[in-house]
C-alpha cells in the first residue's frame, strides 16, 4: 500500500504540501495519485514486453509515422558516416 506513496512523494515532489485550499489539494492529490498507478502498471506493461522480445532474439523493431524524427537522425548519422567513410 506504500508503494504508491513512494511514487508521489518521491518522483512528483508531494512530500510537503502548502496550503492552497483543501479543495485544489483533494484533487492534486487525486491527479497525481492517478499517475502513479499508470506508472506502476507501466512499469509491469513495459517488464512483460521485454520478457516477449527476449524470445525472438532476431526481432526488430519498425518504426512508425510516430517515430520519424528518429529515423531521419539515423539517415542524417548513415550519411555522414558514408561521407567520412569516402
Not at 10 to 38: E, W
Not at 53 to 74: N, S
Not at 79 to 86: D, K, P, Q, S
Request: net charge positive.
Amino acid at each position: 500500500m506504500e508503494y504508491p506513496f513512494r511514487y508521489i512523494n518521491q518522483v512528483f515532489g508531494y512530500g510537503k504540501v502548502r496550503y492552497r485550499g483543501l479543495a485544489k489539494n483533494t484533487s492534486r492529490l487525486h491527479l497525481l495519485a492517478a499517475f502513479s498507478n499508470l506508472l506502476i502498471g507501466e512499469k509491469d506493461i513495459i517488464e512483460a514486453q521485454q520478457k516477449s522480445l527476449d524470445l525472438e532474439p532476431g526481432w526488430k523493431p519498425m518504426a512508425t509515422v510516430h517515430d520519424r524524427a528518429v529515423v531521419m537522425f539515423e539517415r542524417l548519422m548513415e550519411r555522414l558516416m558514408a561521407e567520412e567513410r569516402e
